[in-house]
């Protein structure tokens, strides 16, 4: 590991100052950016510590909740208000990494972790989210868990994260610190495609530092699942994942459905147009498998991967009937419904 400075930042002001520096990183709760460190991925200059500001509060805002970029991924999913008003979401987190992980990873961490992608890991392949026009070595490679939606030729990573894929279809809000103030982004918008700019993960601008993300007021606790299907039953990355939330008429017809999918793309996948196939419907495995097509339109297999398509329609199907039936996705018994 290369040495580097370190800055405890006292205030948000001071860490984002300090972040504008060019190959400056964030510490929050360190599980994949200490990673990156160690295998050479990462050569930060300096790390700005977070841990003692003040961004660990989940809290009441506007109706919904605003849960500190700091709160880490247990304590958010423990939460009592969480657990009770976005139960999606407290899954969701829960079908991630490990125990001990989710004692020390942060919410604003989790949203910004990188690609699991072996090439991308490894500093003797060409990898071009690691070094710019190396070429992508998982083109070719092994790439049974990389991307089948949203590709480029530069790169077929996958967003590797869980929590963000629940929060997509919840529609929650990233806020964010940077030398020009505050802002706020949409989830949908956050992450990004690869496209010729592969090593962009986010829209994040220089400097920029997540404060909180914020939950509508809207929730979902009656037909909502988290269905993610992995090589192992825990400590393991999704190959394809599915929150769906579902809101039904008295006459049992499908008000509103919102799908996203994980370990398909380089974000969240989600398809407006997919959705509004639903609207009207009665939840039925036809209409779900219509929703799914659609949600898969486009979708490349690389090879090692192609596996992924048909896994992924089967499991949209599935999501959907556990969300309408009210039958969530137990993350603990861990045996599909
Ligand atoms: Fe690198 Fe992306 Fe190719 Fe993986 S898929 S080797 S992260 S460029």
Redesign the pocket.
């Known amino acids: 590991m290369n040495n580097f400075g370190y800055l405890r930042a006292g205030a948000v002001a001071e860490a984002v100052q300090a972040g504008t520096t060019p190959q400056v990183r964030y510490l929050a709760g360190g599980t994949n950016l200490l990673d990156l460190m160690k295998y050479g991925v990462e050569q930060p200059v300096a790390l700005v510590d977070l841990n003692r500001l003040p961004l660990r509060t989940i809290e009441e805002h506007a109706g919904g909740l605003r849960l500190g970029a700091l709160a880490t991924n247990a304590e958010t999913a423990y939460d009592a208000r969480v657990a009770a008003r976005y139960p999606l979401l407290a899954s969701t987190i829960l079908a991630g990494a490990s125990a001990q992980l989710r004692n020390a990873a942060t919410n604003g961490g989790n949203l910004n972790q990188r ?1 699991r ?1 072996v ?2 890991y490894d500093a003797a ?6 070094v710019p026009g190396s070429g ?4 070719g490679g092994l790439n049974r868990g ?1 991307a089948i939606l949203g590709t480029s030729a ?4 996958t967003y590797p994260g869980d929590m963000a894929v629940a929060l997509a279809v919840l529609e929650a809000r990233v806020r964010v610190a940077g030398p020009n103030g505050e802002r706020v982004i949409a989830l949908a918008d956050y992450h990004r495609l ?1 496209g010729d700019e ?1 090593w962009r993960d986010n829209t994040l601008q220089p400097g920029e530092l997540v404060t909180a993300i914020d939950l509508p007021a809207e929730d979902f606790t009656q037909h909502y699942t988290y269905l993610k299907l992995r090589d192992r039953l825990s400590y393991a990355f999704a190959l394809v994942s599915v929150a769906v939330v579902m809101r039904l008429e008295d006459d049992g017809s499908i008000a509103e459905a919102r799908i996203a999918l994980g370990g398909v793309a380089h974000k969240p996948w989600r398809v407006p147009a997919a959705e509004a196939l639903l609207r009207g419907q009665r939840p039925a495995p036809e209409a779900f498998g219509a929703a799914a097509s659609r949600l898969l339109a486009g979708a490349v297999g690389q090879g090692g991967n192609d596996f992924k398509m048909e896994l992924a329609h089967r499991a949209i199907v599935r999501a959907c009937q556990q969300a309408a039936a009210g039958t969530p996705q137990s993350q603990t018994d861990k045996h599909i419904q």
């Open positions: 690609t992608c090439y991308f392949a060409a990898c071009n989210k690691r992508c070595a998982a083109l990389h530069q790169c077929i990573a690869p592969p």
